[in-house]
C-alpha cells in the first residue's frame, strides 16, 4: 500500500507540474488547427488563426497530401529568442516562439507567419504516410514515422527553407544567406550533396543543410515542377525506396550526383574578384594571433571593438591599422550586438541569458574609463545603444515582451536617461520615452550620431528606412529621413565618424549591403540636413568573403568582417582598392512633418479567436507513442561492489510515451512480462526540463512481481542545474538517488525440468535467492567551471573547472539492519584545459597539431585512493568532413581523426580504505610519507574514429560513432593488473 501511495504522489507530481506549464492558456480551434496561446499572446493567436488554414491547404496541394489531419499550435510567449519546433514526438505538434528575429535573421516580409510556413512544412512533408504506413501511426502514433528513416536534415530543412522562400521573401532570397554557398564554389571547397546531409559537426555545421538544401530544392522545383518533387517526398515517406538517393533517381531519371552538379554548374559567382592576400591593400586586421572566430565590429571617434570566441577586446584607434593594441576587457558568451557611444566611453553589449526557465534577451553597459560593467536588469532588449548628448547620456533600445507590455510581436523603442553615482558610475537609469513600433515591425541598428541625435533602421515587411530622433532630451519626435531603394537589403548601420565619403559637416554612415544576385558589399550614406539632401554610395567590386559588418578605422580606409566558408576573419584594406557608384536619395515627405506615424505591418483580427475556450491539459492526455517489445525497467541486482544497481532479466514489454503541447515533461508507463521466469513489471517515467540548462529532472521506477508474489521495487530521481555566473563562470548541480527494496534477480535454470517441450521452458528460470534486501544510493555533484570554446577548433577549450562529488551507499538485508555496509565518501576534483601548448595552428583549423592538452587532478576518488593525478595531450587531429565513395551509397560521413597520449597516475593504500576518506587526509600523508602507500600507472595511446551515419534522421552528429583503438603500459602495475594492454571500443553519444 505505501509504494501504491509513493507511485500516487508522483503521478501527482507530474499532473501539477503540468498543469503549471500550461496555466492560464486558452485553445482556439480552425479547421486544421488547435492553437493554443496565453493572454498575452491574443494578438498573435489572431493572425495565425485568420491564416494557417489557407498556408495548411497550399502546402497540402503543393505536396499532395491526400489525408488531411490536426495539430496542436502552441505560441510561447516566454522564449524571446527567435526560433521554432515541430516535433512528431510524442505526438505531431508546433511550437513557435512569439518573438521578433534578429537583424541577421530579419529576411521575411511577416516572419511569424513565415516561420509558421517553415514548421508546417516540417509537418506535412513527415506526414506524407498512407496506406499500411498511415495504420501503423493509428495504432501506435505519430512517432511511428517511417519518413524519419528516410529524411534527412538536408530534405527536411531544405524543403521548409524553399517553402519560406516562395513569395519572394525567406533565406533563399536573401543573399546574406546564399552567401554561404557562393563562397564555397568560390573557395574551391564546394562539399558533395553526400556531405550536406546533416552530419557535419564542424562550422559551418547545420547552416549548410539550410542554405545549400533550400537553394538546391528550389532548383530542382523550378527545373522540374513542383509535382515531381512531391512525388519523390511521398516516395520517402512511404518506405517506396531504400534511400533518398535511389527515390530521386527514381522520379528524376539522374541521379542525385548529377543533379547536383548541374546545380553547382548553374551557381553564379562574380566574374571579378578580389581575393584577400591575393590583392594588393586587403589584409588580416592587426593583432591577428588574438582572433580565431571574430566577428560583430564597433567603432567609436576614438575606439574599435570586435568579439571573439565569449571574449571582447578593445584598442585606441592610430593612424595605421597595424600600431593597434587589442586588450581584452570583457568576458561574456552569446554576444549577439556591440555598440559603442559616439565618444567612445560606454560599450553596449546585447546578449542571450540562460538564468531562467527560458532564453532571454539581454543588455549590459562597459564603462571604458571607470572600467565597470552595469547590468541592465530588464528582458527582451535588442539594439542596446548609449547616446551622448551635451553632458548627458541616454540608454536607447527596442523591447518588447516585458511584464507592463506583453506584446512581443509589437515592440517599442525605449530611452531612458542614465543617473551616475558620486563616483561617476552608473548607478540607474529612469525612462523618459516609449513608443510602440507597430505590429509585426521592427528597428535595426540603433546608434549615436555624434551630435545628440538617434539613428535606426525600420523595417516594414520588406521595406527598409532609416529613422531619426533629433536631439534627445525629455521630450522628442521620430521622423523618418528617407526610404532605401527596393530591393537593397541593409545590414550592420552605424555611424562613420572618419568622414570616409564626405566631410565632417555632413551625418555618414557605414553600412553592409546586397542586391538581388550580387554579393554582400560595401555601403556608405551621407546626409546634409542644412540642404535635406542624401547621397548613397554603393560598391561595385566583389571581396571572396564578403564584406559584413564594416567599421571605418582611418578617414581612408575600412575594417570589416569576411565569412569564409568554415571560418571568419577580419580584414582590413584602404578604400582607393574598390570602385563606388553614388546616387542621390530624397527624403521622405514624413520628415518634414512634426512626427511619423508608425503603421502595423499586419493587424489582428480577434473575431478569429471568438470560439477560443480554456485549454485544458486532458484534452492531449491520450495522445502519445505507443511502444512494443519495449520496458521502461527491467529487474534489478545490487552490484558485486555494492555500489550500484545491474540489470538483470530482459522482459518484452508495452510502453507508452506522451507529453504535453510544449514537448515537455514528457510521461510514459510500461508493463512488461518475462515468459522465462513468470515475472511482469509495472513502470513509469516522468521526464522535465526547461528551455535553459537551468533544470532538468526525472522520476521513475517500477514494481515486480512474480510467482511468489511481490518481487522488488525500485525508485529512481535525478535532476542537474547549470547556471551562468558573472558572465564568464557556471555553476553546477546534480543528484542521481537510487532505492531498491525487495529480492534481487538471481536466477539460475531449473534443472529438474524436461526442455524437449518448449512449453516448459516457462517458469524454467527459479531466484535461487529469496533473501530480501534494501539498497540505497546517492551521488550529488556540485561545480564551478570557466571552461569555454576559444576558437574554431574542435580542442580548442580552455578554463578550470572544480567539482566535489558526495556519495553514499547503503546495503542491508531487509531483516537485518546490523549486518550492513554503509559507505560515504567525498571526493574532489580540479581539471585545467589548454588550447594549444604550441603557439603555432592552421589556419583554418583543418589540422590541429598545436598540442591542445587537460591536466587533471583529484583527491580520495574512490575507496582507499588518495590522488590520482592525469594528462590528456591531442597529438594530432584531423578534420576530414567527409563521405568517400568507397562506402557504400555514402552512407556513412567521416567527421574526424584524432590521436591522443594520457597518463593516470594514482595513489591508495587498501588499509585505509574507509567512509569518508577526507578525514583521514593526516593518516594517508603519513601512508605517504612511510612510503606504505602504492603507486599505480597507465600510459595509453590512443587513436579515434569519429564518423556518422549519412542515412535519414541518423544524419545528425548526436548519432556519431567513435571507434577507438588503445595500447596502454603499465610502468607500476597492481597485482591484478597487467604490464601491457591492448584494447578497442565503439561508443555512441546517444
Given at each position: 500500500?505505501?509504494?501504491?501511495?509513493?507511485?500516487?504522489?508522483?503521478?501527482?507530481?507530474?499532473?501539477?507540474?503540468?498543469?503549471?506549464?500550461?496555466?492560464?492558456?486558452?485553445?482556439?480551434?480552425?479547421?486544421?488547427?488547435?492553437?493554443?496561446?496565453?493572454?498575452?499572446?491574443?494578438?498573435?493567436?489572431?493572425?495565425?488563426?485568420?491564416?494557417?488554414?489557407?498556408?495548411?491547404?497550399?502546402?497540402?496541394?503543393?505536396?499532395?497530401?491526400?489525408?488531411?489531419?490536426?495539430?496542436?499550435?502552441?505560441?510561447?510567449?516566454?522564449?524571446?529568442?527567435?526560433?521554432?519546433?515541430?516535433?512528431?514526438?510524442?505526438?505531431?505538434?508546433?511550437?513557435?516562439?512569439?518573438?521578433?528575429?534578429?537583424?541577421?535573421?530579419?529576411?521575411?516580409?511577416?516572419?511569424?507567419?513565415?516561420?509558421?510556413?517553415?514548421?508546417?512544412?516540417?509537418?506535412?512533408?513527415?506526414?506524407?504516410?498512407?496506406?499500411?504506413?498511415?495504420?501503423?501511426?493509428?495504432?501506435?502514433?505519430?512517432?511511428?514515422?517511417?519518413?524519419?528513416?528516410?529524411?534527412?536534415?538536408?530534405?527536411?530543412?531544405?524543403?521548409?527553407?524553399?517553402?519560406?522562400?516562395?513569395?519572394?521573401?525567406?533565406?533563399?532570397?536573401?543573399?546574406?544567406?546564399?552567401?554561404?554557398?557562393?563562397?564555397?564554389?568560390?573557395?574551391?571547397?564546394?562539399?558533395?550533396?553526400?556531405?550536406?546531409?546533416?552530419?557535419?559537426?564542424?562550422?559551418?555545421?547545420?547552416?549548410?543543410?539550410?542554405?545549400?538544401?533550400?537553394?538546391?530544392?528550389?532548383?530542382?522545383?523550378?527545373?522540374?515542377?513542383?509535382?515531381?518533387?512531391?512525388?519523390?517526398?511521398?516516395?520517402?515517406?512511404?518506405?517506396?525506396?531504400?534511400?533518398?538517393?535511389?527515390?530521386?533517381?527514381?522520379?528524376?531519371?539522374?541521379?542525385?550526383?548529377?543533379?547536383?552538379?548541374?546545380?553547382?554548374?548553374?551557381?553564379?559567382?562574380?566574374?571579378?574578384?578580389?581575393?584577400?592576400?591575393?590583392?594588393?591593400?586587403?589584409?588580416?586586421?592587426?593583432?591577428?594571433?588574438?582572433?580565431?572566430?571574430?566577428?560583430?565590429?564597433?567603432?567609436?571617434?576614438?575606439?574599435?571593438?570586435?568579439?571573439?570566441?565569449?571574449?571582447?577586446?578593445?584598442?585606441?584607434?592610430?593612424?595605421?591599422?597595424?600600431?593597434?593594441?587589442?586588450?581584452?576587457?570583457?568576458?561574456?558568451?552569446?554576444?549577439?550586438?556591440?555598440?559603442?557611444?559616439?565618444?567612445?566611453?560606454?560599450?553596449?553589449?546585447?546578449?542571450?541569458?540562460?538564468?531562467?526557465?527560458?532564453?532571454?534577451?539581454?543588455?549590459?553597459?562597459?564603462?571604458?574609463?571607470?572600467?565597470?560593467?552595469?547590468?541592465?536588469?530588464?528582458?527582451?532588449?535588442?539594439?542596446?545603444?548609449?547616446?551622448?548628448?551635451?553632458?548627458?547620456?541616454?540608454?536607447?533600445?527596442?523591447?518588447?515582451?516585458?511584464?507592463?507590455?506583453?506584446?512581443?510581436?509589437?515592440?517599442?523603442?525605449?530611452?531612458?536617461?542614465?543617473?551616475?553615482?558620486?563616483?561617476?558610475?552608473?548607478?540607474?537609469?529612469?525612462?523618459?520615452?516609449?513608443?510602440?513600433?507597430?505590429?509585426?515591425?521592427?528597428?535595426?541598428?540603433?546608434?549615436?550620431?555624434?551630435?545628440?541625435?538617434?539613428?535606426?533602421?525600420?523595417?516594414?515587411?520588406?521595406?527598409?528606412?532609416?529613422?531619426?530622433?533629433?536631439?534627445?532630451?525629455?521630450?522628442?519626435?521620430?521622423?523618418?529621413?528617407?526610404?532605401?531603394?527596393?530591393?537593397?537589403?541593409?545590414?550592420?548601420?552605424?555611424?562613420?565618424?572618419?568622414?570616409?565619403?564626405?566631410?565632417?559637416?555632413?551625418?555618414?554612415?557605414?553600412?553592409?549591403?546586397?542586391?538581388?544576385?550580387?554579393?554582400?558589399?560595401?555601403?556608405?550614406?551621407?546626409?546634409?540636413?542644412?540642404?535635406?539632401?542624401?547621397?548613397?554610395?554603393?560598391?561595385?567590386?566583389?571581396?571572396?568573403?564578403?564584406?559584413?559588418?564594416?567599421?571605418?578605422?582611418?578617414?581612408?580606409?575600412?575594417?570589416?568582417?569576411?565569412?569564409?566558408?568554415?571560418?571568419?576573419?577580419?580584414?582590413?584594406?584602404?578604400?582607393?582598392?574598390?570602385?563606388?557608384?553614388?546616387?542621390?536619395?530624397?527624403?521622405?515627405?514624413?520628415?518634414?512633418?512634426?512626427?511619423?506615424?508608425?503603421?502595423?505591418?499586419?493587424?489582428?483580427?480577434?473575431?478569429?479567436?471568438?470560439?477560443?475556450?480554456?485549454?485544458?491539459?486532458?484534452?492531449?492526455?491520450?495522445?502519445?507513442?505507443?511502444?512494443?517489445?519495449?520496458?521502461?525497467?527491467?529487474?534489478?541486482?545490487?552490484?558485486?561492489?555494492?555500489?550500484?544497481?545491474?540489470?538483470?532479466?530482459?522482459?518484452?514489454?508495452?510502453?507508452?510515451?506522451?507529453?504535453?503541447?510544449?514537448?515537455?515533461?514528457?510521461?510514459?508507463?510500461?508493463?512488461?512480462?518475462?515468459?522465462?521466469?513468470?515475472?511482469?513489471?509495472?513502470?513509469?517515467?516522468?521526464?522535465?526540463?526547461?528551455?535553459?540548462?537551468?533544470?532538468?529532472?526525472?522520476?521513475?521506477?517500477?514494481?515486480?512481481?512474480?510467482?511468489?508474489?511481490?518481487?522488488?521495487?525500485?525508485?529512481?530521481?535525478?535532476?542537474?542545474?547549470?547556471?551562468?555566473?558573472?558572465?564568464?563562470?557556471?555553476?553546477?548541480?546534480?543528484?542521481?538517488?537510487?532505492?531498491?527494496?525487495?529480492?534481487?534477480?538471481?536466477?539460475?535454470?531449473?534443472?529438474?525440468?524436461?526442455?524437449?517441450?518448449?512449453?516448459?521452458?516457462?517458469?524454467?528460470?527459479?531466484?535461487?535467492?529469496?533473501?530480501?534486501?534494501?539498497?540505497?544510493?546517492?551521488?550529488?555533484?556540485?561545480?564551478?567551471?570557466?571552461?569555454?570554446?576559444?576558437?574554431?577548433?574542435?580542442?580548442?577549450?580552455?578554463?578550470?573547472?572544480?567539482?566535489?562529488?558526495?556519495?553514499?551507499?547503503?546495503?542491508?538485508?531487509?531483516?537485518?539492519?546490523?549486518?550492513?555496509?554503509?559507505?560515504?565518501?567525498?571526493?574532489?576534483?580540479?581539471?585545467?584545459?589548454?588550447?594549444?601548448?604550441?603557439?603555432?595552428?592552421?589556419?583554418?583549423?583543418?589540422?590541429?597539431?598545436?598540442?591542445?592538452?587537460?591536466?587533471?587532478?583529484?583527491?580520495?576518488?574512490?575507496?582507499?585512493?588518495?590522488?590520482?593525478?592525469?594528462?590528456?595531450?591531442?597529438?594530432?587531429?584531423?578534420e576530414i568532413q567527409k563521405s568517400f565513395n568507397w562506402t557504400p551509397g555514402n552512407l556513412l560521413y567521416f567527421n574526424r581523426i584524432y590521436v591522443y597520449l594520457s597518463y593516470l597516475g594514482k595513489f591508495s593504500d587498501e588499509k585505509l580504505a574507509d567512509s569518508f576518506s577526507i578525514f583521514k587526509f593526516p593518516e594517508f600523508l603519513k601512508s605517504f610519507s612511510d612510503s606504505q602507500m602504492k603507486y599505480s600507472d597507465i600510459l595509453k595511446l590512443t587513436g579515434s574514429m569519429t564518423f556518422t551515419p549519412n542515412f535519414g534522421g541518423l544524419a545528425n552528429p548526436n548519432f556519431a560513432l567513435t571507434l577507438s583503438a588503445a595500447f596502454a603500459v603499465r610502468f607500476f602495475a597492481l597485482p591484478t593488473e597487467k604490464q601491457f594492454v591492448f584494447s578497442w571500443s565503439l561508443t555512441g553519444n546517444f
Amino acid at each position: 500500500m505505501k509504494r501504491r501511495i509513493f507511485f500516487g504522489l508522483l503521478c501527482g507530481i507530474f499532473f501539477v507540474s503540468a498543469q503549471e506549464s500550461l496555466n492560464q492558456k486558452f485553445i482556439a480551434k480552425t479547421r486544421y488547427f488547435d492553437i493554443i496561446y496565453s493572454k498575452k499572446s491574443e494578438a498573435s493567436a489572431a493572425i495565425l488563426a485568420e491564416n494557417a488554414d489557407k498556408i495548411y491547404e497550399e502546402l497540402a496541394e503543393f505536396y499532395g497530401l491526400s489525408d488531411k489531419f490536426r495539430l496542436p499550435v502552441t505560441i510561447n510567449h516566454d522564449y524571446q529568442v527567435f526560433n521554432a519546433y515541430f516535433s512528431f514526438a510524442p505526438f505531431n505538434h508546433i511550437v513557435l516562439y512569439e518573438t521578433l528575429p534578429g537583424e541577421s535573421y530579419a529576411f521575411s516580409e511577416d516572419s511569424f507567419l513565415n516561420t509558421f510556413r517553415h514548421e508546417l512544412t516540417h509537418a506535412i512533408t513527415m506526414n506524407l504516410q498512407t496506406g499500411f504506413w498511415k495504420g501503423l501511426k493509428s495504432v501506435f502514433g505519430d512517432s511511428a514515422n517511417v519518413g524519419a528513416l528516410f529524411d534527412t536534415t538536408f530534405m527536411i530543412e531544405g524543403s521548409a527553407v524553399e517553402s519560406e522562400s516562395l513569395k519572394g521573401d525567406g533565406r533563399n532570397n536573401s543573399e546574406f544567406n546564399r552567401h554561404l554557398v557562393k563562397q564555397a564554389k568560390i573557395e574551391g571547397v564546394f562539399p558533395k550533396f553526400s556531405e550536406v546531409q546533416g552530419a557535419l559537426d564542424f562550422s559551418p555545421g547545420t547552416e549548410a543543410s539550410y542554405i545549400f538544401g533550400g537553394l538546391f530544392w528550389e532548383w530542382i522545383v523550378q527545373k522540374f515542377g513542383h509535382e515531381k518533387f512531391s512525388l519523390f517526398w511521398n516516395k520517402c515517406s512511404n518506405f517506396q525506396t531504400l534511400t533518398y538517393f535511389t527515390g530521386f533517381k527514381s522520379v528524376y531519371g539522374l541521379s542525385f550526383k548529377d543533379a547536383w552538379n548541374l546545380f553547382y554548374d548553374e551557381i553564379k559567382i562574380p566574374e571579378k574578384l578580389k581575393i584577400p592576400f591575393q590583392t594588393e591593400g586587403i589584409e588580416k586586421f592587426a593583432d591577428s594571433k588574438k582572433t580565431s572566430n571574430p566577428k560583430i565590429l564597433s567603432s567609436s571617434k576614438n575606439l574599435i571593438s570586435y568579439y571573439d570566441s565569449g571574449e571582447i577586446f578593445i584598442a585606441e584607434k592610430k593612424p595605421s591599422q597595424k600600431d593597434l593594441k587589442f586588450k581584452k576587457v570583457l568576458s561574456q558568451m552569446n554576444v549577439q550586438n556591440l555598440k559603442f557611444s559616439s565618444d567612445g566611453r560606454f560599450l553596449c553589449v546585447n546578449y542571450n541569458s540562460n538564468l531562467s526557465k527560458f532564453p532571454k534577451r539581454r543588455a549590459l553597459i562597459f564603462d571604458t574609463e571607470k572600467k565597470s560593467v552595469f547590468h541592465f536588469k530588464q528582458d527582451g532588449i535588442s539594439d542596446f545603444s548609449v547616446l551622448k548628448n551635451g553632458s548627458d547620456y541616454f540608454l536607447v533600445f527596442q523591447q518588447a515582451g516585458t511584464k507592463n507590455d506583453t506584446e512581443n510581436l509589437n515592440p517599442s523603442i525605449k530611452v531612458h536617461k542614465i543617473v551616475f553615482s558620486k563616483n561617476g558610475k552608473i548607478k540607474l537609469t529612469q525612462e523618459i520615452f516609449s513608443e510602440k513600433l507597430g505590429f509585426l515591425n521592427q528597428g535595426f541598428s540603433f546608434c549615436d550620431g555624434g551630435d545628440g541625435s538617434l539613428y535606426f533602421i525600420f523595417k516594414n515587411g520588406m521595406n527598409l528606412s532609416l529613422n531619426v530622433v533629433k536631439k534627445i532630451e525629455s521630450s522628442f519626435k521620430i521622423q523618418k529621413i528617407l526610404d532605401f531603394p527596393k530591393g537593397m537589403t541593409v545590414r550592420n548601420f552605424s555611424v562613420d565618424f572618419e568622414n570616409c565619403f564626405s566631410g565632417a559637416d555632413k551625418t555618414n554612415f557605414i553600412f553592409s549591403y546586397s542586391e538581388k544576385a550580387a554579393f554582400v558589399r560595401l555601403g556608405f550614406l551621407s546626409i546634409d540636413f542644412s540642404k535635406n539632401s542624401a547621397e548613397i554610395s554603393l560598391m561595385k567590386d566583389d571581396v571572396s568573403g564578403g564584406i559584413f559588418n564594416p567599421v571605418s578605422i582611418s578617414a581612408s580606409s575600412v575594417a570589416w568582417n569576411a565569412k569564409f566558408y568554415n571560418h571568419s576573419q577580419i580584414l582590413c584594406a584602404p578604400l582607393v582598392q574598390f570602385s563606388f557608384e553614388k546616387k542621390s536619395l530624397d527624403f521622405c515627405k514624413e520628415f518634414f512633418q512634426d512626427k511619423t506615424e508608425f503603421k502595423s505591418f499586419a493587424t489582428p483580427n480577434f473575431e478569429f479567436l471568438s470560439n477560443a475556450k480554456k485549454f485544458s491539459f486532458k484534452n492531449y492526455f491520450y495522445r502519445g507513442t505507443l511502444i512494443p517489445i519495449y520496458s521502461l525497467n527491467c529487474s534489478k541486482r545490487i552490484s558485486p561492489y555494492l555500489d550500484s544497481l545491474e540489470n538483470s532479466g530482459l522482459p518484452v514489454g508495452l510502453t507508452y510515451i506522451s507529453g504535453s503541447t510544449l514537448t515537455f515533461p514528457l510521461y510514459g508507463v510500461s508493463g512488461a512480462w518475462d515468459f522465462l521466469s513468470n515475472s511482469g513489471i509495472f513502470s513509469y517515467l516522468l521526464y522535465g526540463r526547461t528551455d535553459t540548462s537551468i533544470f532538468n529532472y526525472s522520476v521513475s521506477g517500477f514494481v515486480e512481481f512474480d510467482g511468489k508474489g511481490y518481487k522488488q521495487s525500485v525508485e529512481n530521481l535525478n535532476f542537474s542545474s547549470l547556471i551562468e555566473l558573472n558572465r564568464n563562470w557556471n555553476f553546477s548541480l546534480s543528484d542521481s538517488f537510487q532505492f531498491f527494496e525487495g529480492r534481487q534477480n538471481l536466477y539460475s535454470f531449473n534443472a529438474e525440468k524436461d526442455y524437449s517441450n518448449p512449453f516448459n521452458y516457462f517458469e524454467s528460470l527459479k531466484n535461487f535467492s529469496q533473501d530480501k534486501w534494501l539498497f540505497g544510493n546517492n551521488e550529488f555533484k556540485l561545480g564551478f567551471s570557466n571552461v569555454k570554446s576559444t576558437g574554431r577548433g574542435f580542442f580548442e577549450r580552455s578554463g578550470v573547472s572544480f567539482f566535489g562529488n558526495f556519495e553514499t551507499v547503503y546495503v542491508s538485508r531487509a531483516d537485518n539492519f546490523e549486518n550492513k555496509f554503509f559507505f560515504n565518501n567525498l571526493a574532489l576534483n580540479c581539471s585545467v584545459q589548454f588550447p594549444f601548448l604550441i603557439p603555432v595552428q592552421d589556419e583554418n583549423s583543418v589540422f590541429t597539431f598545436n598540442l591542445p592538452f587537460v591536466i587533471q587532478g583529484n583527491l580520495f576518488p574512490a575507496a582507499g585512493y588518495f590522488a590520482s593525478l592525469s594528462g590528456t595531450f591531442v597529438l594530432f587531429n584531423w578534420e576530414i568532413q567527409k563521405s568517400f565513395n568507397w562506402t557504400p551509397g555514402n552512407l556513412l560521413y567521416f567527421n574526424r581523426i584524432y590521436v591522443y597520449l594520457s597518463y593516470l597516475g594514482k595513489f591508495s593504500d587498501e588499509k585505509l580504505a574507509d567512509s569518508f576518506s577526507i578525514f583521514k587526509f593526516p593518516e594517508f600523508l603519513k601512508s605517504f610519507s612511510d612510503s606504505q602507500m602504492k603507486y599505480s600507472d597507465i600510459l595509453k595511446l590512443t587513436g579515434s574514429m569519429t564518423f556518422t551515419p549519412n542515412f535519414g534522421g541518423l544524419a545528425n552528429p548526436n548519432f556519431a560513432l567513435t571507434l577507438s583503438a588503445a595500447f596502454a603500459v603499465r610502468f607500476f602495475a597492481l597485482p591484478t593488473e597487467k604490464q601491457f594492454v591492448f584494447s578497442w571500443s565503439l561508443t555512441g553519444n546517444f
